[in-house]
């Protein structure tokens, strides 16, 4: 079956200029929407139709739709630029479309076409261009999800789904201030375990991260360490980002992807890029004891997060049961601040695209 062609809905009311511009002056990560949103139905049987272009609005369900009762539930997560020669670009959506639809695999729903994935975010970044801030960090945040929308109750896939795409104005991720941000190690939970669903982008991944997350803020922090289910011993990722570990002589090491973690699409540009830059990435297990103590001897030097929200993030402090130690001096390291400006300069046009990674609107 061919694509569908996107139906536009004229807004009725869409939002003043001078409110917008009051909107995006300085926008909480995540709490400013543009006036549209994608819709595209699914049914088995029919396949994907009824694409269409609309004001962004609630979504009406019926107390036994499907994925209320058993999660079946993905989303994605990319940024639009603005390039300095005043065009919007998407960064490696592409590999978003694919991501996508790994995750619908894993969590037994149907497949969107990664080219129809694709024109989605495009059609939405092109209604809501004004939307773009001029601040620090700014970009459109971009949300594609789908959820099973089927009205029934019973154990079993749904055969009806609905895929939505919304945007946000958004800027820097962390609000802090500081030139780093301190982790807090759990040993109590476990985001994913082998065999589970941790390599798809679902929201009971997130869910099962939260409480975790709130001991971590309780006590001071911004972010929680995850370890692996089964020993509590290796570094897995944070709530919602990758971790990389910089040493003493250049190498990097960051977890591998055994299924428990997330594979990030900026994860995988970090390792391009810096094997680009003539340094050594290793994809291997690392643990908690070993990073305080290649901390503590000089061993290690530098540690960040990455993601599409945070980008790439230093990390200055490490907490775990009654004590802490600290990366480096910690704040942000030579090669962190490497990384951040290569991957920055190429999704904001200011540098070449060897990869082919942006697509100009």
Known sequence: MSAPAFARLPHPNPTAQDARAAAIADPAFGRVFTDHMVSIRYAEGKGWHDAQVMPRGPLLLDPATAVLHYAQEI???????????????????????????????????AELPEELFIEAVKQIVRVDADWFPQVEGGALY?????YASEVFLGVKPAAEYHFLVIA???????????????????EDYTRAAPGGTGAAKCGGNYAASLVAQQQAIAKGHDQV????????????????????FVFADGSLVTPPLTGSILPGITRDAIMTLAR??????REEPYAIDQWQADAES????????????????????????AGSFTIGAGGPGQVTAMLKEKLVDIQRGRAADPHGWVTRL
Do not use: Q
Not at 75 to 98: H, I, Q, S
Not at 300 to 307: D, I, K, P
């Open 298 to 321: 000089g061993r290690l030097t530098e540690s960040f997060a990455c993601g599409t929200a945070a980008v790439v993030t230093p990390v200055g402090k490490v907490a775990r049961g």
């Open 142 to 146: 971009l949300r594609p999800f789908m």
């Open 276 to 281: 680009d830059a003539g340094l050594t990435v």
């Open 168 to 186: 946000s104005p958004v800027g820097n991720y962390f609000k802090s201030g500081a030139p780093a941000v301190s982790l807090w190690v759990s």
């Open 75 to 109: 989303f994605e997560g990319l940024k639009a630029y603005r390039l300095d020669d005043g065009a919007m670009a998407l960064f490696r959506v592409e590999a978003n479309a694919a991501r996508f639809n790994a995750s619908a695999r894993r969590m037994a729903m």
């Open 225 to 244: 360490v995850f370890l692996d289910a089964a020993e509590h011993r290796w570094i897995e990722e944070l709530g919602g980002m990758n971790m990389f």
